[in-house]
């Protein structure tokens, strides 16, 4: 994981159907790019930046910007085809830049082992542009950007593609200051957060999914409500039809159903158990004294029972959920380690 000899740099590729530019620049190109007073901005300035173009009416492309907009919202049609132009990211007044990062994120944007790519890239400082998509259209997002078919992926181009959550993880903790310390301070730590990282991930991940799937899957209020924070506009629009035939995917994939949740609920509360036993002797992280990929990992996947209100997007309150449901989160708040993670996200996650 951590460990791996980073592969050479890999090209950045746009999501399917990703109306983007001939080809995305090179960090050397970056360098180029001017601010409205022609200053010349550097690689690390333009990353989220939105900036003026000092190339006015020269959008060169289709110039799908900050993934929320299938044209250039300035002059999609003007433009197109203008290759008079020698800086490829612009528009006509406005230009959102965050296309031109060299990082991806896929994600599910409601999805739990997102959040916690997401959380780790954000606490190291690590700029990436998020590429979301709804469940099922995921799968192709994931597929044709490297990943096997779930998300989170991150496309990277110096340790080309991470498809699963422990690994972005890892490279967000390579790539952050060094006092970030995600593994801990030594090799008992490191072994420990490895252990508990991945008891969450393959316990308390998919049992929490199971669970709120469960509750949530005949709510298409809430799905359109929370679920499409960053989709593209048509993935919006499709899913009040689609609904029903991404539940029945949804179940049958995961295997929701009754008695499935039962079982969800009771593996859900074992860990809670075991991490406030572990936390009983009054420690404030779950390993050594400061926060670690463990604590990231079990307050995030924790979220699909929590849904905490620091999400990386908004989620729905417990008066929103169904009766039962929201009686579930209410209690697991409470809980100590439901409290334990709560504190993460209001403490650590910035
Ligand atoms: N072990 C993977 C699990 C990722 C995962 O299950 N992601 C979910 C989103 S919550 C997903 O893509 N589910 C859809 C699917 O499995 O097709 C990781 O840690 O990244």
Redesign the pocket.
């Known amino acids: 994981m951590s460990d791996r000899v980073d592969p050479p740099m890999d090209p950045v590729k746009p999501a399917p159907g990703e109306p983007v530019l001939d080809r995305l620049p090179a960090e050397t190109e970056l360098d180029e790019l001017r601010a409205p007073d022609d200053t010349v901005l550097g690689a690390g300035q333009v990353g989220e930046q939105v900036i003026k173009c000092n190339r006015s009416g020269s959008c060169p492309l289709f110039a799908r910007l900050d993934n929320r907009f299938g044209l250039c919202p300035h002059c999609p049609r003007a433009c197109r085809g203008n290759r008079a132009v020698s800086r490829r990211m612009c528009c006509g007044s406005a230009a959102i830049l965050s296309s031109m990062t060299t990082r991806r994120l896929f994600?599910?944007p409601?999805?739990?082992?997102?959040e916690?790519?997401r959380w780790a890239l954000d606490r190291a400082g690590v700029p990436y542009t998020e590429v979301s998509h709804l469940?099922g259209f995921?799968?192709i997002a994931?597929k044709w950007a490297g990943g096997t078919?779930?998300?989170?992926?991150l496309v990277t181009q110096d340790a080309g593609v991470l498809?699963?959550?422990?690994?972005?993880v890892a490279y967000a903790n390579r790539h952050g200051p060094p006092e970030l310390g995600l593994y801990g301070d030594g090799p008992g730590d490191r072994e420990e957060i490895f252990a508990l990282q991945r008891d969450f991930?393959?316990d308390l991940?998919?049992h929490g999914?199971l669970w709120m799937y469960h509750h949530l899957l005949d709510r298409p209020d809430l799905a359109k409500k929370y679920g499409c924070t960053g989709v593209p506009e048509w993935e919006r629009r499709a899913l009040p039809p689609l609904f029903g035939v991404m539940g029945r995917f949804?179940s049958r994939?995961?295997g929701v159903n009754p008695d499935a949740a039962v079982e969800s609920e009771k593996r859900v509360d074992a860990t809670f158990d075991r991490v406030a036993e572990r936390l009983a002797d009054g420690r404030p992280y779950l390993v050594g004294e400061r926060f670690s990929a463990a604590d990231l990992a079990f307050a995030a996947l924790a979220g699909?029972v929590l849904m905490p209100p620091q999400w990386g997007i908004p989620l729905p309150s417990p008066d929103e959920l169904p009766p039962v449901a929201a009686a579930k989160v209410r209690e697991l708040r409470e809980h100590p380690a439901g409290r334990f993670a709560l504190r993460m996200f209001e403490q650590e996650r910035s």
């Open positions: 994600t599910i409601i999805s739990h082992y997102c916690k790519a469940q995921h799968l994931s078919g779930t998300t989170p992926v498809g699963e959550s422990a690994d972005v991930d393959e991940g998919p999914r949804i994939k995961l699909a």
